[in-house]
Nanobody, 123 residues
């Protein structure tokens, strides 16, 4: 089992920055591929960014490319999502998720999920 706990969400103004953190426990973090997802009211959950076990490979949704950066610290068992130039359309609950056996952009392939953290961007 893997436990995931997100933090760092909040209410910000358009153009501001936030950094989300996801602390993990229960399994060797360096074996996990990690993803950040978000879900806005009435919409499907979507992948925002993903990073493989070593941090050497990343993926970003087109909507956040150039604004968001995913990173990980395997010594701290934590994955981060730095979000810059936030827009109102980034408003959503953000979830951290983990999987093994390869980087994936598909929601259904992630085995472990956190409870989510709310990000609200005011215009």
């Amino acid at each position: 089992q893997v436990q995931l706990v997100e933090s760092g969400g909040g209410l910000v103004q358009a153009g501001d920055s936030l950094r989300l953190s996801c602390a993990t426990s229960g399994r060797t973090f360096s074996l996990l591929d990690m993803g950040w997802f978000r879900q806005a009211p009435g919409k499907d959950r979507e992948l925002v960014a993903a990073i493989n076990w070593s941090g050497g490979t990343t993926y970003y949704a087109n909507s956040v490319k150039g604004r968001f950066t995913i990173s990980r610290d395997n010594a701290e068992n934590t994955v981060y999502l730095q979000m810059n130039s936030l827009k109102p359309e980034d408003t959503a609950v953000y979830y951290c998720a983990a999987r093994v056996k390869g980087l994936s952009i598909m929601v259904a392939t992630y085995n472990y999920w956190g409870q989510g953290t709310q990000v609200t961007v005011a215009s």
